[in-house]
């Protein structure tokens, strides 16, 4: 249906579209002056004042939506406030686009040559009192209708003067806190995240013969959570050459590891071309023990390898003009799918974790993804098309989340098994690597694929019917379709159950963050639940145990067996009830209700490990064995 929108005194027309007024705007050879000041680190305020080169008439400036990395429209809007356009010293009314919040309509007065943007953003999750992770997309509005990579931006950021910093943009000036970089397209603005802080180390890890500079630069709260060993160190160092090994490439003129260690920011990464936003899970004490290095140990790595596999080489879908335009993520089981199978041998590689952790973390996620009952309704891409970071956990087995990480790492293995079979172990997936990606060594000039140019390149590494395998494993609700643990088969081992839980196990329940929600006990696989450390129940195995006997996520185990709840208690009771063949009582508060539910399980403890098959070749040892290291570019 036709209507009439007024924008700030135009009439548009439009047909249920947005009110896009941008008639007078081109790409200006002058850049977009971005100051970004940080005055007290304490209130945790960013200060944004831009000077945007303009013509008079409409204009319509867009806050970035669509973020790399995140796959998603959730671009931090809502957190937007103060915002002012002013000309020559007189305020310019704006007005929000009424179909789309990040967009800004304004009307820019005749003879003015700039406009100048002021507002506030409460950056709670990227700043500390001794610390700051900034990234660009969240302090600044660009110009709609223009591609970002023709909009030229200079970002300055204001500091405390004794505060270091590092990023992979260069470095215009230093006035005490005022770091003023050199100007870049807007979208490696948004891809360059900054880091700085009072506690800060700067590492040159650097392989021996390369003229290809990389950095770990990491900032913390403390000195002791940027105090990393030099066995730690070594493996970093290790990750850079063993990475090099499997791509034969690079696509950055540098690289920079930016390594955030607090328990005040938000936790996880996102890739870049040239740099990886880490945010510890392990906050400051990753390299505080073993325990909590293990569980950090595979994200740099990961996020490192996005740089081959989805910052140079990316979906095609995922390759926008700007940060409006929606993405089409269905081949985020390549994307991240394959980053995860790569980006943890290359963990096992670089000696950041042993070969027992990666099997450890498999076989706990493989037991999750068996477990994942919403597979019977809803395929693995489906997942990738409803990507959603922000889904409850609450009954997450039936409903499914972003299996496509770790359904993915089963499949690519299923896929590196099957190249080893039908070669006669003459090639690997380390040879789908060097071909898809090696292309244009050292460029970072972003590559587009296909479903069908990932089919035509695994076709090129061994000969098969590559299409039918992947289309059915993605698109499959039966098991005949995605055989999950074909490939650990292949490789000679097989998910199987013990009745201790695993290092990696252990360390997740104990010290980690947990797989689900915060530290807690995986029962998944027994009484069917999973709970949080204080008894919440977090999820619930769909038509498993716990749910014939009447258990929902929100609940609070209060005893077991009228014993009060411990995570230890519950594992005795457990043994228990296998030993005398009698259901657990399970004491819970529902909503203020007390209540009982008899659970009949009496199958014992049961935490997924891999175990050998007798007669067949030990595959895994040859996946994670480092690779020789040759000549380094």
């Known amino acids: ?144 209708g223009i591609p970002t990579k023709a909009q030229l931006f200079q970002p300055t950021l204001i500091i405390p003067a004794d505060w270091q910093y590092a990023s992979a943009l260069g470095i215009a000036t230093r006035d005490g806190g005022r770091v003023a970089f050199k100007p870049v397209p807007f979208d490696t603005l948004v891809d360059s995240p900054v880091i700085a ?73 996102l890739e870049h071309q040239q740099s990886s936003d880490d945010r510890a899970r392990s906050g400051s004490r990753m390299f505080a023990d073993a325990d909590h290095f293990m569980l950090d140990g595979s994200l740099l790595p990961h996020e490192y390898t996005h740089s081959w596999n989805g910052k140079f080489m990316r979906p095609a879908g995922l390759a926008t003009a700007d940060f409006e335009q929606p993405m089409r993520p269905e081949l985020l089981w390549v994307y991240e799918g394959l980053t995860v199978y790569l980006g943890d041998v290359l963990t096992v590689r670089s000696g950041l974790w042993s070969a027992q952790t990666w099997r450890d973390a498999v076989a706990y996620r493989a ?40 359904e993915g790492q089963l499949l690519w293995l299923s896929v590196d098994m099957k190249i080893r079979e039908l070669s006669h172990d003459k090639r690997s997936i380390d040879d789908f690597a060097q071909t898809f990606f090696a292309v244009d060594d050292g460029s ?61 196990q252990s360390a997740l329940e104990n010290v980690g963050n947990g797989e689900l929600e915060g530290k807690g006990i995986n029962a998944m696989s027994t009484v069917g639940v999973f709970l949080h450390d204080d008894g919440k129940v977090v999820d619930v195995l769909w038509q498993g145990p716990a749910f014939k006997a009447g258990l929902a996520p929100g609940m609070k185990l209060i005893a077991i067996n009228e014993r009060a709840f411990s995570a230890n208690v519950l594992r005795e009771e457990i043994t228990r009830a296998e030993r005398t063949g009698k259901p657990l009582q399970l004491r819970l508060e529902n909503d203020g209700n007390n209540e009982i539910h008899e659970v009949p399980y009496v199958g014992g403890l049961k935490y997924p490990v891999l175990t050998r098959i007798p007669g067949k070749a030990d595959v895994l040892q040859q996946i994670l064995a480092p690779k020789s290291v040759g000549k380094n570019s």
């Open 444 to 504: 970072s000039v972003t590559h587009t694929y296909t479903f069908e140019d990932v089919v035509a390149a695994l076709n090129k590494v061994q000969a098969w019917d590559w299409a039918g395998f992947l289309h059915d494993w993605v698109t499959g609700t039966d098991a005949r379709q995605v055989p999950l643990l074909s490939g650990i088969e292949a490789s000679g081992w097989r998910l199987a159950y013990a009745d201790k839980p695993s290092g990696y």
């Open 1 to 144: 249906m036709k209507r009439l929108i007024r924008c700030l005194g135009a009439i548009v027309l439009v047909m249920g579209l947005p009110c896009i007024a941008t008639t007078n705007e081109q790409a200006s050879p002058t850049p977009v002056s971005l100051t970004v000041r940080l005055p007290d680190p304490g209130q945790k305020l960013l200060y944004v004042h831009e000077v945007i080169p303009v013509q008079p008439g409409l204009l319509t400036l867009y806050y970035p939506k669509w973020i790399p990395g995140d796959h998603s429209p959730d671009g931090p809007i809502d957190q937007v406030m103060g915002l002012q356009f002013t000309a020559a010293g007189q305020r310019i009314a704006w007005q929000r686009d009424e179909l789309d919040r990040f967009a800004f309509h304004l009307t820019v007065p005749a003879g003015a040559q700039q406009i100048e943007v002021e507002f506030q953003f409460p950056a709670t999750e990227r700043v500390t009192p001794n610390l700051i992770d900034l990234t660009w997309d969240h302090v600044a509005l660009y110009k709609a």
């Open 367 to 406: 037991e999750e993804m068996i477990l994942r009952t919403g597979r019977t309704w809803r395929p693995l891409v489906d997942t990738t098309v409803a990507v959603d970071y922000s889904a409850p956990n609450a009954w997450a087995n039936w409903r499914r989340q972003n299996d496509f990480y770790r």
């Open 197 to 269: 802080g009072k506690y800060f180390r700067s590492i040159d890890i650097t392989p021996k013969g390369s003229k290809v500079p990389r950095w770990l630069d990491m900032v913390g709260d403390s000195a002791a959570a940027v105090a990393i060993s030099d066995r730690q160190l070594a493996g970093f160092r290790s990750l850079i050459e063993q990475a090099q090994a499997l791509f034969h490439s690079h696509h950055y003129d540098s690289y920079h590891l930016l390594l955030t260690l607090s328990d005040h920011t938000s936790v996880g990464g």
